[in-house]
């Protein structure tokens, strides 16, 4: 079994968020539910990003971030 690229980015978003808040990534990354699908296990409670400005994000933002 292997990780999706959904399951890959919550990963990711989680470690961003707690190298800048300076906090443990293990309680997050614990309370992660998984789940297995055709493309290996997802994150069913993903982090959220949580924007500090009025910026507008796109679906085409929201696709190409779920790419990398």
Request: glycine letters at 4%.
């Amino acid at each position: 079994m292997h990780l999706s690229n959904q399951a890959l980015g919550a990963i990711m978003l989680a470690l961003q968020e707690s190298l800048l808040a300076q906090s443990d990534i293990v309680p997050v990354l614990k309370g992660f539910e998984l789940e297995t699908s055709d493309d290996g296990l997802v994150v069913k409670n993903p982090p959220t990003v949580k924007f500090t400005d009025d910026t507008t994000v796109t679906q085409e933002d929201l696709e190409n971030l779920a790419e990398r």
